[in-house]
């Protein structure tokens, strides 16, 4: 698109995530950027303007996933991922990100890939412009210390402070932005548990400590009370899960709610209770491995992160077998309910929060002048049915750096509802 090129979506419902109730108005796009946002209609320049009159449908940023595999393939088979040729495995990573971006998704954070390149790879790929896809934060392989691992395969090892600066200085050499340290177990393993902490504090320290001096941030998957706890202690950035954060762990966290983001990855739990059995796993045998206790215990504990204001993104752990690519907007419905956030609430964990948690606050996930123009136009009200997110069919446009990625031409228009219709291209 050339940088002069202008785009007027009119007759829009527009939530900005500011925090503000949607708004009848107007949003011009100049290039890559949003140039103006306007109530009411008329107001902002036709000539030589392509103007959109979306019949009153709901625009708004794109959503972000903030725990995100794109190597992980729908597969039952994780030790098949490390097998699986990295040809085939590229393509298939590619297919990730695309559907990401069909769904909605302009923003996702990386939480570890398959194979110590394939996130940076498809992220230049996309930045490059040759694959579509998400703006994206890239992994390498989980870092887990020795008999600590959740996947054969598909993990790199680090034993002691030293070890965990190498290979977090592997990361910074592959081009990652994010480092993955592998704290606690999985029940499905069987012999790995969720309550578990493998790590130490010099090890954690060492890896944050390095990571940081290089620019890069660390998340870690920490099920475990203690998991977190150390997490917290030595400066991680990104806590995943946390489904058994006890009381000082949730003080420990409240005190660095403006440092830390929490993305729990809520869908996996459901999932695997209730929609694991066609796999082999069936909800009683989820039940018995403590799938069951630890849904009970991260609802609980999420619950209270929301009443102190820390900061929890949804999505997470698609890609697996039960938790397939395209279903993400599942995790915007656990936030309505099973956590007890409004879907005002829930849009704003998934927009707002996702342009901080990019480190591009003051450039995506709201509907402002001067933002990056990604955004969405939804034929429906998710404020009202927070699950019409859920259907790639009611997303009847997709617009990323001011480009359409799903163009509201009349070629893969979003199903039209009984309260509106499809938009209309004036000129």
């Given at each position: ?14 939530f ?14 100049r290039?890559?950027?949003i ?14 303007v392509?103007?959109?009159d979306?019949?009153g ?5 794109g ?21 699986l ?25 990386g ?12 992220r230049n ?14 992994n ?7 008999g600590?691992?959740?996947?054969d395969?598909?993990?790199?090892f680090?034993d ?6 190498k ?10 932005d ?10 499905i393993t069987g012999?790995k548990h ?8 010099e ?6 400590t390095?990571a ?17 706890k ?19 762990g ?28 066609g ?32 900061r929890v ?11 397939p ?8 419905q ?6 007890g956030?409004t ?11 996702g342009?901080?948690?990019m ?17 969405i ?9 927070i ?23 009349g070629?893969?228009l979003?199903?039209t ?5 499809r ?5």
């Amino acid at each position: 698109m050339s940088p002069n090129t202008s785009i007027l979506f009119t007759n829009v419902r527009v939530f900005d995530s500011t925090g503000s109730e949607p708004f009848d108005g107007e949003v011009l796009v100049r290039g890559e950027r949003i140039a103006e946002v306007r109530r009411g209609s008329g107001d902002l320049p036709r000539d030589g303007v392509r103007v959109i009159d979306g019949r009153g449908q709901f625009l708004m940023s794109g959503l972000c996933d903030a725990h995100t595999h794109f190597s992980w393939i729908d597969s039952a088979d994780l030790p098949g991922l490390g097998r699986l040729g990295v040809e085939e495995h590229t393509l298939l990573s590619a297919k990730s990100a695309l559907t990401y971006l069909n769904c909605g998704y302009t923003m996702c954070v990386g939480a570890a890939a398959a194979k110590p390149r394939l996130d940076v790879v498809i992220r230049n790929a996309i930045n490059d412009g040759l694959i579509p896809g998400p703006r994206y934060l890239a992994n390498c392989q989980e870092i887990a210390v020795t008999g600590g691992e959740l996947v054969d395969g598909i993990t790199a090892f680090a034993d002691g402070p030293e070890e965990m600066r190498k290979q977090v200085r592997r990361n910074v050499a592959y081009g990652a932005d994010l480092v993955k340290l592998s704290m606690s177990g999985e029940e499905i393993t069987g012999n790995k548990h969720a309550e578990d902490n493998y790590f130490s504090d010099e090890e954690v320290l060492a890896a944050t400590t390095e990571a940081h001096r290089r620019g890069l941030r660390v998340c870690t998957h920490a099920r475990s009370a203690e998991s977190v706890k150390m997490s917290l202690r030595n400066d991680v950035d990104i806590v995943y899960h946390a489904s058994f954060i006890d009381d000082e762990g949730m003080d420990m966290l409240e005190a660095k709610k403006d440092e830390v983001f929490v993305a729990p990855g809520l869908n996996w739990l459901v999932a695997t209770l209730h929609d694991a059995a066609g796999f082999g796993y069936p909800p009683e045998a989820a039940e018995a491995a403590g799938y069951k206790h630890e849904l009970e215990c991260a609802i609980a504990g999420l619950q209270e992160m929301r009443r102190r204001g820390i900061r929890v993104l949804p999505g997470g752990d698609y890609g697996f077998a039960w938790t397939p690519h395209g279903t993400y907007a599942r995790d915007l419905q656990h936030f309505v309910d099973l956590l007890g956030y409004t879907p005002m609430e829930t849009l704003l964990a998934a927009t707002k929060l996702g342009g901080e948690i990019m480190r591009m606050p003051d450039e995506l996930g709201q509907i402002r002048p001067g933002f990056l123009a990604d955004m969405i136009l939804v034929d429906g009200d998710p404020l009202q049915d927070i699950t019409v997110l859920q259907n790639r069919d009611n997303i009847s446009a997709i617009m990323k750096g001011g480009s359409f990625h799903k163009d509201p031409d009349g070629s893969g228009l979003g199903r039209t509802s009984s309260l509106t219709e499809r938009p209309v291209i004036v000129s």
